[in-house]
Each structure stands twice: as C-alpha cells, then as structure tokens.
C-alpha cells in the first residue's frame, strides 16, 4: 500500500523522495577541511573561513586569527590529497631555492670580506708580520706556522704588553717592583669593593642607585642606546629590542633574557650621551693658546648623579636576572652587554669577569651545540653567533692589551677568514646606494665599522705579538734592519685601512665612528713605534750604524728618526683626543695608553738630556744612553712636551673619582715629572707652573 508516493519497506527498494529534486547536484554542501578562527571558536559561532580575515571578525573589527591548524586528511577525498601533495611539492622547491639564494649570499659576504684583508695585507714580505724574532725562524716556517694556525697568530702571547706597569719596568727608571705593583693597581680597587668587612661598600659587579624611572622612559633610554652606544657594538637585534622594550613598558620587564637585555640597555641609555667633538668645534684662539703650551679646560661633562643613579638602579635589576640565565645564546649577549656597562663606568676588572664568562658560555654553547635559537631572531643561528664570536674576541684582546689576565681561548673556535656577513636588510635591498632607506645606510655604516675595528684588532694583536715580548731586553737583541722591515709592513697594512675605510656622508670629525677609527689608528701606531723609542733609549750601540751593509747609516738614522718623530706627535694627539673625550667604552683603554705613551716620553726626555728622572733613588742612569742615540731623541723630542704630559695629569685629576687607576696614574706622572724641581733637572722651564683646574660637570 503506498501512501503519499512511499513504499512501505520490505519490498527490497529504496524510499523514494517526498519532494522531486529539481537538480542532480547533491542536496547538501561537501564538508570543508577547515577549522573556524580563534574568534568563532570562542564564541561558538560558524566561521565563514574567509582570509586574511573572516566576516565575523570583520564586522566586529576584531583581529582575525587562525593559527597553526593542522588538516585532517583522513576527511578529505582524492582530489583533494592530490592538490595538498603538489601544493606541499611546490613549497618545498621554494625552500630548497631559497636556502640556495641564502647560501649564495652568504658566500659573496665572504668573498668581501677576503678581499678586504687582502687588500690589507697586500704587502709582499708578510711573512715576516708572524716571526717574532728575525733569527728564530726563516720567513717560510712563518708562513706554515700562520697557515696552521692562524688563530694562535692573532691571539695576544703576551698579557698586559701596553700596561703603564710595563713600561714602568724599564731600566730607565729602575722602579725595582714598582712596575709590577702599578700592573696590580686594576685588581686592587675591585678587591677593595669585595672586602667583607667593608659592608656598606657597593657590589663590584651589581652596584645599585635609585630608581625613580616612569615606564615610558624604558622606551626612550632604549632609543638613546641606539643612538649612542649599539652603533659601535651592533650585535643586538634592534627590531626584536623595541618590541621587547614596548613590552616592558606595558607589562614590566621579566625574567628572560630579553628583559634582562632591556633593562642593560636602559642602563646604558642612562649613562651615553650624544656624541660632540670639543676639539673640533674650538675656535682658532684656542687652538693657538694650545700650541703655545697653555693648556685649556677639558671636555665633555659626565653625566649628572641622578644619570648615575638611574643607570645602577637599571643595572642591578638586570644583575638580578643574569645569574638566573642558563647558558644560551642570548645570555652571552647579556654577558657582553653587562661589560659594556661596566667600561663606561671605568670598571675593566668588572667587565674582564663578564667578558670570561661570556667566552666560557660560547664555548660551551658551541660545543655542546646549543638549541637552536627558538626565541624569535630574525638572524640566522650560524651568523648571529659568528657575530657574538667577534665580539667576544675583541673584548678579551681589548682588555688583556692593558690588565694581566689570561686568554679564554675563544680564539680557537673560529678560523678568522669567517667575519660577521652583511645585514639581511642590506644584502635582500635592491636599491643603489642612493635610493638606500636610512636605516639601511645606518645599518651598513654599522657594518662596515666593526668589520674594521675586527680587523685593526687582529692587526693590532700581530704587532704587539711581533716586538712585545714577556723581557723587554729580548727587543735588544733584534736587529735594527729586521725592526725596520717589519714596521713598515705594518704601516703599509695600517694605510690600507684607512683608504678601505668607507668615507661616506657624516665621515668628518664630528661623525663618532670617524672619531673613533682615528683614536683607534693612533692607538696602534703608538704601540708600534714605543718600540724604537724603548731601543733608542736603552741600547748602548748607535742604532744609525748598519751592520750588515755599508752606506746604510744614513738611511738608517733617518728611518729611526722619522719613526721616532711619529711616535711623539701621535702620543700627544692621543692626550689630547683623551683630554676631550666624553664617558665612553674607550675611556678607560684610551687613559692607561696615553698614560703608557706619557712614560715613554719621560723616559725619552730623561736619556736625551742624559740626567736621571727625579725621585727615582739612584744617583745615575743605571745603563747611560749612547750619546748619538741622545742626540736622535732630543732632536725628536717636541719643544712642549712637559705640557702634554702635564695636560694628561689633567685629565686623569678630572676621572680619579671614576677609576682608582687613573688616580694612580696621575699621582706616578706628577712624581716622575718632578712638582719638586725635577723639572729643572731635565732641563724644562715652567713645567710646574699652576694648571687652570678642570670642573668636571
């Protein structure tokens, strides 16, 4: 019986439909292997799947997310599978081209970078560069040696070569221990601050202020930190650093280590301040008033108490948080960040144990091969920690030219061909270089800096491996002509620098990077040519007399006098850059060598006139100059040479509160000099004269 067009069942046939389709399309939509937003699952509603954003979303302006969701194949048909199998084969060629185009980048960065140190040590007999002494080896075992191990050749073989104790323990002024105990002086104020029984003394490392800080001023100091101080040490991602500063200000900074790099930052930001060349900017008069011996009031103003307070109280809330950080990549980072703030607080002994600690984590980190970086840099793993490694390497060379400490061996992680490449935003930019954004060009400026400073490093750590040996006397037995040889490759080296150096916009004296690489040239060049004065001073043989060819002596005479006259006109432009040079990283490096470089003077003034340094006990000069040797030194010597070393007593009055060697310092110059009529000994007239007092700011 059929009732309304159905079958009653049982008869073996389907029931037939109440209503006829009207179309042979199936009567219901295919099911969608798609998952409704963040959104609509919250609150229960269907989800129409629309991308980027969904029409809910839209209509209620909310953002549209929907996250990493996982297909459910086992719902989807053969048609669809086919799809997702040619779509997944196309994703993964496009990866595979671009890690190729990444690895083809990454290539030319290095090609680059071997074309700068190979126009740098363009000069035939390089070989020579690596031998420490001309009899010891013949320049082709130098050449093996440097190509087997080439980081042993730019890792400092002798600790503290440039230290003010070191050149105090020269014969000349027959100090006894006094050299020694003036090497020690770094260590003794750190020790001091660590005394138990001092309780009320701040922490060496964690020294704490007041911190009376609103939220927005985290943005702002993390702004001025990159303005002043990530420009000379760029190995902090700045995209990630805003994003993380914005948080701190909304939330507070917390425990990680990108909280703990916010608040360092801050810290710094308190400290820096703009960078203003005093020497540039002053007027003619001055200048002239300079020249004519009459010394001017010094330089940039330090930054008030509440500046101080404000960077220790930023400090000591991220000391809390770097002893809580594991070992990883970003706690290096910290680690280098923390001894940035403690040399521009003229602490070195502070930053060397953050600098060790830092090393000790890379090469652990390398070794035990370290996670990947999970924490959202947008650098790639492998050149953000070549990156860290560069900077680790110059921080320890930097710190052991002037402290007696001992090598880390980070050095022997990384042959020295791999510089830190290019940034992404550089290398992916198709613009010409005057279509280049300004970040970009800043970025690049950056870049091109530190690469520099790298290598002047490396080349810097050559000579001191070259002439600067643990007895001074070893230099004695070196031979006039092989000094000679190897001072002027080193020069050629140093000239190429300064012609690969980019002298683009803002490339003037009043460009601190400019400022810096000049400071960084004369550095070198001082520690270069202390040699030839130490020689001049302490050898009992004319040093224009050749032995091995004759008709060279003039030659000779004037190699060594123009060397000689070098030396004295870079030590007293170093004083003076140190004497207008504001808190900076340098400051501390920049004291303890013109300190250095005033001692040698002294010395060199003291054998010209064939007298004795006042106070030093002695009733002659224990070892009498050459009198032709002398007479070389007088020659050099400038007419107003007292009144450069008087200039840096100045200067180091005007820190002494900051740093308990540059107090040292200036009270063993003022002895040396002679307040008590030495002056009059070694033949200066005035030297003692009043000094117009410097007001520190």
Not at 160 to 166: W, Y
Not at 313 to 329: D, M, N, T
Request: proline fraction near 5%.
């Amino acid at each position: 019986m059929e009732d309304d067009g159905i079958k009653a069942p049982g008869n073996g046939s389907a029931p037939s439909p109440k209503y006829p389709r009207l179309s042979p399309k199936p009567g219901y939509q295919r099911k969608r292997a798609l998952a409704a937003c963040h959104l609509c699952r919250l609150r229960k509603i269907k989800c129409d799947n629309e991308r980027p954003a969904c029409g809910t979303c839209v209509g209620a302006g909310a953002r549209c997310s929907f996250g990493q969701q996982e297909l459910d194949l086992a719902g989807l048909d053969r048609g669809t599978l086919a799809v997702l199998d040619k779509l997944s084969s196309l994703s993964s060629a496009l990866d595979l081209h671009s890690q190729r185009l990444v690895h083809i980048t990454e290539a030319n960065s290095r090609i680059e970078a071997r074309q700068l140190e190979a126009a740098i040590a363009s000069q035939p007999p390089s070989a020579n560069l690596f031998s420490r002494h001309p009899d010891q080896q013949n320049p082709d075992s130098a050449i093996t040696e440097a190509s087997s191990d080439d980081s042993h050749n730019h890792l400092l073989k002798t600790s503290a070569p440039l230290s003010p104790g070191r050149i105090y323990g020269w014969q000349v002024f027959d100090s006894g221990n006094g050299g020694e105990r003036l090497m020690s002086s770094p260590f003794q104020h750190y020790a001091a601050t660590d005394n138990e029984t001092n309780a009320t003394a701040s922490n060496p490392i964690f020294h704490g202020g007041t911190l009376n800080a609103r939220d927005n001023d985290i943005v702002f100091l993390v702004e001025r930190y990159l303005s002043n101080v990530h420009t000379k040490h760029p190995f902090v991602n700045v995209d990630i650093l805003r994003r993380e500063a914005r948080k701190a200000k909304e939330y507070g900074a917390d425990s990680s280590a990108w909280g703990c790099t916010v608040l360092i930052t801050c810290a710094l930001g308190a400290l820096s301040s703009s960078f203003v060349n005093t020497r540039a900017n002053r007027s003619p008069e001055e200048l002239h008033s300079q020249n004519a011996g009459q010394t001017t009031s010094a330089s940039q103003p330090s930054p008030n108490e509440a500046q101080l307070s404000t960077a220790a109280a930023f400090f000591e809330l991220a000391g809390k948080r770097i002893s809580l950080l594991r070992p990883s990549w970003l706690s290096i980072q910290c680690l280098l960040l923390a001894a940035t703030y403690h040399m521009y607080r003229v602490q070195p002994v502070a930053a060397w144990t953050l600098v060790s600690q830092a090393c000790q984590r890379y090469w652990l980190c390398t070794r035990g091969k370290a996670e990947p970086l999970s924490f959202g840099c947008d650098e790639g793993d492998e050149d953000y920690q070549r990156q860290l490694y560069w900077f680790c390497f110059k921080a320890e060379s930097e710190l052991r030219v002037y402290l007696d400490v001992p090598e880390t061996g980070i050095t022997r992680l990384y042959p020295r061909e791999q510089f830190p490449p290019l940034p992404d935003a550089i290398v992916n930019s198709p613009t010409e270089l005057t279509a280049t954004t300004g970040r970009q060009l800043s970025q690049e400026r950056n870049w091109y800096f530190s690469l520099t400073d790298f290598t002047l490093r490396r080349l810097g750590n050559q000579i001191l491996n070259s002439f600067y040996f643990t007895s001074w006397v070893s230099l004695l037995e070196m031979s006039t002509d092989a000094m000679i040889s190897q001072s002027a490759g080193f020069l050629h080296q140093l000239d190429g620098v300064c012609r690969l150096y980019p002298s683009g916009p803002g490339s003037s004296d009043d460009d601190e990077l400019h400022y810096v690489f000049r400071v960084r040239i004369l550095q070198i060049k001082c520690s270069l040519l202390i040699p030839f004065v130490y020689k001049t001073i302490h050898s009992s043989e004319p040093l224009q007399q050749s032995p091995d060819a004759s008709g060279s002596a003039d030659s000779h005479h004037s190699q060594v006098q123009s060397r000689l006259v070098e030396f004295f006109s870079c030590a007293s432009e170093m004083i003076e850059e140190f004497a207008t040079c504001n808190r900076t990283y340098g400051l501390w490096f920049l004291g303890q060598g013109c300190t250095s470089c005033a001692l040698v003077v002294l010395a060199a003034a003291a054998a010209a006139s064939q007298t004795i340094l006042p106070h030093t006990g002695i009733s002659d000069m224990s070892r009498p100059c050459n009198p032709a040797n002398a007479m070389m030194l007088a020659t050099a010597l400038p007419a107003k040479w007292a009144w450069s070393v008087m200039r840096l007593v100045q200067t180091l009055r005007k820190w002494e509160t900051e740093s308990l060697d540059f107090k040292v310092n200036a009270v063993l110059l003022e002895h040396l000099l002679g307040m008590e009529g030495g002056a009059e000994r070694m033949g200066v007239d005035g030297v003692a004269a009043p000094v117009e007092s410097t007001d520190e700011g």
